[in-house]
């Protein structure tokens, strides 16, 4: 029988709230009585009380945090690191915290509604293929921008791209060692640029990323039929 690897999660959380419009950090913003973030540690443990959680935040924002937690006697278990100025350096220094071999998840803070079922369904593949990358299709029309102007393409050929990304400690950490580049987007991006192929397994619309006010309406919404 096979062992199973430990399973870690790096939940990265360094937004501001400039888009958002408000004075706290997004993922500091309450959603039906909590902090966002602390809704998207919950989804992990949920999944498995056993996950490893490496929580990362900005350095300032690390002291806010833990007054939160004390605010909503928040204990699920987890670790805090202090980011880098992008997020390719949050995730580096999250990856310092991983001990050994495992699966290790890759997850924006602000993705609280992320399915028990996508998490697990993205752990597999990854132990399977050495990646997985959760993504949807595009509902709407897309038009792909030329010299002359614009030109509709298939949308059956394009996925919009969404967290958890879980690879394999190793790819991980192998990707990780190269200089920071323009083009990385997201872990797979960075993944992909060593040569790693990607395996795409199907997410969730619920998976939303709350950035704007109006994403706060959605997450409302989200949070009462859950």
Not at 125 to 151: C, H, N, Q, W
């Amino acid at each position: 029988m096979t062992q199973q690897l430990p399973e870690y999660a790096i939940i990265v959380a360094g937004g501001s709230g400039t888009r958002m419009q408000h004075d706290l950090p997004k993922q500091f913003i309450e959603v039906a009585g909590k902090p966002i973030l602390m809704h998207t540690i919950e989804r992990f443990y949920k999944y498995n009380s056993a996950v490893r959680l490496i929580v990362v935040l900005p350095q300032e924002q690390l002291t806010s945090w833990r007054e939160l937690c004390r605010k909503h006697s928040f204990k699920l278990f987890h670790m805090t690191v202090a980011g880098g100025t992008t997020r390719f350096g949050s995730v580096k220094n999250g990856l310092d915290a991983v001990m050994g071999d495992g699966l290790i998840a890759v997850h924006d803070g602000v993705r609280p509604f992320v399915d028990v079922e996508t998490i697990k369904g993205a752990y597999e593949a990854a132990a399977k293929y050495g990646s997985a990358v959760v993504a949807v299709p595009p509902k709407d029309s897309i038009r792909e921008l030329t010299g002359e102007g614009s030109r509709a393409v298939p949308r059956a050929k394009y996925k919009m791209v969404q967290t958890p990304q879980v690879f394999q400690a190793s790819i991980l950490r192998k990707a990780y060692e190269q200089s920071e580049q323009e083009y990385f987007t997201d872990d797979a991006s960075v993944v992909e640029s060593i040569g790693q192929p990607i395996t795409l397994v199907e997410g969730s619309y619920r998976n939303i990323k709350i950035t704007t006010p109006e994403d706060l309406i959605l997450a409302e919404a989200f949070a009462t039929t859950d």
